[in-house]
């Protein structure tokens, strides 16, 4: 599996699904990430798909879900407190600097 680095775009957005249509793509996206999360099931390739689109979180009723890069895969982790979007982006482009620098790295051996 590859691991890209995609940071979210120059417009980061917090996706609030109350105000997109039924048919809008991202929030559709959104909400299969969301249940396959609630199902433990694996949800990267969507939530990567989310990050690519610009969103940095989104936003259920009152809670709010972050999108985050892990060093194998994406995931959606609780947000602590209403961070804005533009908090949320620079976090995101932080964890993905720092990740590229340890996908460069060697792998350790154990020898």
């Avoid at 999360?37 to 972050?66: F, M, N, Q, S």
């Avoid at 609780?78 to 976090?91: E, F, I, M, R």
């Avoid at 482009?93 to 792998?107: E, G, I, V, Y």
Wanted: glycine fraction near 4%; avoid cysteine; hydrophobic fraction near 45%.
């Amino acid at each position: 599996m590859s691991h890209p680095s995609n940071p979210p775009s120059s417009r980061p957005t917090i996706l609030d699904l109350s105000t997109r249509s039924m048919a809008d793509p991202l929030r559709v996206l959104a909400e299969r990430a969301l249940a396959r999360r609630r199902a433990g099931l694996p949800a990267d390739t969507l939530i990567a798909e989310l990050a690519a689109h610009g969103v940095v979180a989104v936003l259920t009723g009152k809670r709010l879900v972050e999108v985050r890069e892990r060093l194998h895969g994406w995931t959606f982790a609780d947000a602590a407190g209403t961070p804005d979007s533009s908090t949320l982006a620079a976090a995101a482009r932080l964890r993905a600097a720092r990740l590229s620098r340890l996908r460069a790295q060697p792998p350790e051996t154990n020898a």
